[in-house]
């Protein structure tokens, strides 16, 4: 099983975000970066089915030179190899174009099954997986929780409104990922000493055959960006007994809040 | 002259998410700043006279592909039939509720046409006949501006977002269309559904318990809930304890959720969690710890032991 892994560098939850001076972007220089946690499941999923199958891993991610040392911990996990596409002329912004990167990143490699995150935990669209099957030509599958292979097929137990639906595809396909579909393994000290001797490729557009003037100039423009209001300070309900904490609460739920 | 907004109507087993209603009236709301007119896609099998049912949000035409291959969701024949619908209608902006189903046909859809996508949005608005759309991202910690150009635009909306909007003695016209689901891969083998639980992404109450819980017993939460007929939701702690299921997690990795009201109990308050639920309404946070940063993103507090505080709230409310 050729199985490839798409993989974006996100900053980590805890960093503070802070909006930058023009007002549209986000400050990087403080933040800490971590493999976003959906593309995470991705990876576990796709080294667990090598594991069962046989077969090889292929990372492949789109950002500055700094986004390998992010790959190397998929590499320490068990993937086999990494493609970085690093370039200071890609939009990271434009879902669509991402999407046609990564295609053209992957164009050489008979792939039997590509995962991916059903999203980033920054920009929170839920587009490049989808995106990338369309662009492909194959059948894809969105937020995934199981997974089973046999015969050229694999069906995915996808999570919906109250329930699961289980659907059917050929190879090669796509599937994104939900919470659930596994745990992460802990990168290993021999992991990571493998990790090192792995290879990350890194391409420019050039070299993936991208002239960037074909792709058609982004048509989501963030205009600017600001922090939600903040909930007024709330109200701490004091009271003599945990019951009469109680009965003010739903009172005020009730004649305030009016919620209940 | 646009040429319309299309709202695709999302269906289960026959009946309609509410966000569909939510799209309906927002898509209104943006034909009339466009100065065209809203017309509705109803996909699925026997819904002919159960479409009629959207007649009063506002549509001037409802188009129903109906036919027994479309009976449940699925990506690449939905996708099919819509892109047609498209290419024949010519629609300005298309708009669908972000549920499961809207995140994914939105996604593909956007590929399929080059069309540029706002997900998930909040507030949607027009400027110079183009879609201006509010979103969150960074799990809610930012509010983005987007602006979308060319032809379509597409838009999803985050559920319980935005109003709806009923109109009396408005007369929609009903009208089947051809379904050419065209080349179609993928296979419905079963669909299972918890029937007896309330689904958290569209209950108007959640009660969530966290690791201050201490052990799997949520009877108080699940009381409480029962009594407000909400959903029952839970911390990532509370999951990885193996307490309650992934599918109850409310979180970044979790459920995006935006009740009317949202109970934190015993949860301390971690970035991870508000991300799932700080849309909410209105919160309420019990914890033992009077120093818990859940306090702060919190619209009403009690100090105190959930075990013993939620079970005299649950008698309080059917007091009322």
């Known amino acids: 099983m050729e199985i490839i892994v798409l993989l974006k560098r996100v900053p980590a939850t805890e960093s503070i975000i802070m909006i930058d001076d023009d007002g549209k972007s986000i400050k990087t220089n403080n933040v800490k970066w971590v493999i976003n946690p959906y593309d995470e499941f991705a990876a576990e999923e796709a080294i667990r089915i090598k594991e069962a199958h046989g077969g090889s891993v292929t990372v492949v991610s789109i950002g500055p030179e700094k986004t390998a040392a992010t790959m190397r911990s998929a590499l320490a996990m068990g993937a086999d190899r990494g493609i970085l596409v690093n370039d200071p002329e890609v939009d990271s912004r434009d879902g669509l174009s991402l999407a046609r990167i990564l295609c053209a990143a992957i164009k050489n490699i008979k792939f039997d099954l590509i995962i991916a995150g059903q999203r980033a935990v920054d920009d929170d669209n839920y587009l490049v997986g989808p995106a990338v099957a369309e662009f492909l030509n194959i059948p894809h599958v969105s937020m995934v929780i199981k997974e089973e292979i046999s015969d050229g097929r694999i069906r995915c137990h996808r999570v919906v409104e109250g329930g699961t639906v289980v659907v059917d595809a050929p190879l090669p396909a796509l599937f994104t990922t939900q919470r659930g579909l596994n745990e992460p393994r802990y990168v290993s000290l021999p992991g990571m000493m493998k990790a090192k001797k792995k290879p990350i490729d890194i391409k420019s557009l050039e070299d993936i055959g991208i002239d960037l003037s074909s792709i058609e100039k982004s048509s989501v423009t963030v205009t600017s960006m600001r922090l939600p209001l903040e909930r007024e300070n709330g109200k701490m309900i004091e009271g003599e007994s945990a019951g009469t904490k109680a009965a003010e609460l739903v009172k005020l739920l009730h004649e305030e809040a009016k919620v209940i | ?320």
Not at chain 2, 38 to 52: F, N, P, Q, T
Not at chain 2, 61 to 77: C, F, G, N, Q, W
Not at chain 2, 127 to 139: E, F, M, Q, S, V
Request: proline fraction near 4%; charged fraction near 25%; aromatic fraction near 4%.
């Open chain 2, 1 to 320: 002259m646009s040429k319309g907004v299309l709202a695709i109507a999302e269906q289960i087993d026959g009946v309609f998410r509410k966000v569909t209603f939510e799209a309906l009236s927002e898509g209104k709301r943006i034909a009339d700043q466009m100065g065209c007119e809203l017309i509705c896609l109803v996909l699925g099998s026997g819904m002919e006279d159960i479409a009629k049912e959207l007649c009063k949000y506002g549509a001037s035409r409802i188009m129903v592909a109906d036919d027994p291959a479309l009976k449940e969701y699925m990506t690449d024949s939905y996708v099919n039939v819509v892109d047609k619908i498209i290419a024949q209608e010519e629609p300005a902006a298309i708009i669908m509720g972000a549920s499961t189903q809207g995140k994914d046909l939105s996604a593909r859809l956007s590929a399929r046409l080059n069309a540029p996508l706002a997900s998930d949005c909040i507030k949607i608005s027009v400027a110079d006949g183009n879609l201006n759309a509010t979103r969150p991202i960074y799990g809610g910690k930012i509010l983005a501006e987007v602006a979308l150009t060319g032809t379509p635009q597409i838009v999803s909306i985050r559920p319980k977002s935005m109003p709806v909007e009923e109109f009396s003695g408005k007369d929609a016209a009903v009208e089947k269309v051809n379904v050419d689901t065209g080349d179609i891969c993928l296979k419905f083998v079963e669909k299972i559904m918890n029937t007896d639980q309330v689904e958290l992404t569209e209950a108007d109450v959640v009660v969530s318990g966290g690791r201050g819980v201490g052990s799997s017993d949520f009877a108080a939460i699940e009381e409480l809930a029962a009594v407000l007929k909400g959903a029952v939701g839970a911390s990532r702690s509370a999951v990885d304890e193996g307490w309650r299921p992934p599918s109850d997690q409310v979180g970044q990795t979790g459920k995006v959720v935006s009740p009317d009201l949202y109970f934190a109990c015993g949860i301390s308050g971690a970035i991870q969690h508000i991300a799932g639920m700080s849309s909410s309404k209105v919160v309420v946070a019990i914890n033992s710890d009077p120093e818990a940063p859940i306090f702060s993103k919190a619209d009403y507090g009690i100090v105190g032991d959930l075990h013993e505080i939620l079970p005299l709230i649950t008698e309080e409310t059917k007091k009322i």
